[in-house]
Every structure is written in structure tokens, then in C-alpha cells.
T-cell receptor
Framework: SAVISQKPSRDICQRGTSLTIQCQVD?????MFWYRQQPGQSLTLIAT?????????ESGFVIDKFPISRPNLTFSTLTVSNMSPEDSSIYLC??????????FGSGTRLTVV | TQLLEQSPQFLSIQEGENLTVYCNSS?????LQWYRQEPGEGPVLLVT?????EVKKLKRLTFQFGDARKDSSLHITAAQPGDTGLYLC????????????FGQGTILTVHP
């Protein structure tokens, strides 16, 4: 399956600041996805990132809060902007590759203080 | 909006017992994936089922896709402590092209 490298693996941030999370895939993929997950719970899709176009956001998530970049077919970033304690969560990126299904990064555990 | 109802949410069993996790939907999916996730890691794909009625086996794990491709089950035989983790089902296709719709997850704890 495709290997996805995600970093940072964890961070503790001050409220009001921003954090950018990076995901690198070891092969070209058309679609990349960003999720949020509370420990022990399911995943909530934030947005879908396609190369060459703006990301598509799910209900409840907006570009100003979670800007996404997708400069090429192997890389994407998610920024969590103007953070508050409510943004504390695990953030995961994912990619779909034909014949391999959906693969996930190892996640970024964010704590906002 | 496509929804996947996963049950049970929690399972706490003794080593050697059998268990089944269910995912049900009113929507049709082109495929359904099962994942296992451990703390501090991302979900790891266990299996993808594509054909209605399909049954796949992975050692002690048996996965089934419903005939109508609306539901799926994961059965574990003789559970072991190493099976402990969060199990997630994710449906692909249908009206949510390209996206996975996840169930609520099942936290499985297998006690030695």
C-alpha cells in the first residue's frame, strides 16, 4: 500500500497561533483527504484536496480556519489557524490509490493550551 | 448524506471468545473497507470488500459484504489480546464519490 509520512506527530500550541501539518505520499495520488479524530472515536472528514484546484470542505469546516495546499500529486498541507482549545484533536491525512485502497498517515496529535 | 451505523461501540471480552462487529447503511456502497487502529497510529487497512455477498478471510478474521452492498460484518474467532484496538468500517462510492464514509467505530478490548 502507499506509504504516507505525516509530520509533526504531535505538538502543543498556544491559543491564537497556527500549525501546519504536512503529508508526503510515496507515489502520485489524485485525491488526498484530511480528517479529524478524537481519541477512541471515528474519523470526521474535514476536506478533500485535489491538485490544481481548491480543496472541497465538508459541512462545518471552512477554508479560513483550515487552509489546505496541494502543490503536487504527492504532497499536501493542512493549517489549523487561530487555534483554540476546541481544536485539540488528532489530525490525519489519507490518500486513495488504485488497487491499494485508502491509506492513512500516522496522525498529528494537537493540544492547544 | 450517506451514513454507516457501526455496532457495538464497545466490546470487552475474554481471550478465546468470538465476536462480530456490524456496519449497516441504507445506502449502497461500491466497496467497504475495514480498518484497525492502535493508539498513536493511523488506521491500517485490513480488507476491502467489493462484490455483494463476498466473504474474505484474514487468519481469524472473516469479513462479509451484504448481497445488496449496504452492510458488512467483521467476525473474529478466538480473540487474542493482540486484537485489541479501534475497528472502523468505511464505505466508498455511491453518492460520496471518492470519499470514505466511516462508521462510529468499535473499541475492542480482549482480556488475557
Amino acid at each position: 500500500s502507499a506509504v504516507i509520512s505525516q509530520k509533526p506527530s504531535r505538538d502543543i500550541c498556544q491559543r491564537g497561533t497556527s500549525l501546519t501539518i504536512q503529508c508526503q505520499v510515496d507515489s502520485q495520488v489524485t485525491m488526498m483527504f484530511w480528517y479529524r479524530q478524537q481519541p477512541g472515536q471515528s474519523l470526521t472528514l474535514i476536506a478533500t484536496a485535489n491538485q490544481g484546484s481548491e480543496a472541497t470542505y465538508e459541512s462545518g469546516f471552512v477554508i479560513d480556519k483550515f487552509p489546505i495546499s496541494r502543490p503536487n500529486l504527492t504532497f499536501s498541507t493542512l493549517t489549523v489557524s487561530n487555534m483554540s482549545p476546541e481544536d485539540s484533536s488528532i489530525y490525519l491525512c489519507s490518500a486513495e490509490r488504485a488497487n491499494y485502497g485508502y491509506t492513512f498517515g500516522s496522525g498529528t496529535r494537537l493540544t492547544v493550551v | 448524506t450517506q451514513l454507516l451505523e457501526q455496532s457495538p461501540q464497545f466490546l470487552s471480552i475474554q481471550e478465546g471468545e468470538n465476536l462480530t462487529v456490524y456496519c449497516n447503511s441504507s445506502s449502497v456502497f461500491s466497496s467497504l473497507q475495514w480498518y484497525r487502529q492502535e493508539p498513536g497510529e493511523g488506521p491500517v487497512l485490513l480488507v476491502t470488500v467489493v462484490t455483494g455477498g463476498e466473504v474474505k478471510k484474514l487468519k481469524r478474521l472473516t469479513f462479509q459484504f451484504g448481497d445488496a452492498r449496504k452492510d458488512s460484518s467483521l467476525h473474529i474467532t478466538a480473540a487474542q489480546p493482540g486484537d485489541t484496538g479501534l475497528y472502523l468500517c468505511g464505505g466508498a462510492g455511491g453518492t460520496s464519490y471518492g470519499k470514505l464514509t466511516f462508521g462510529q467505530g468499535t473499541i475492542l478490548t480482549v482480556h488475557p
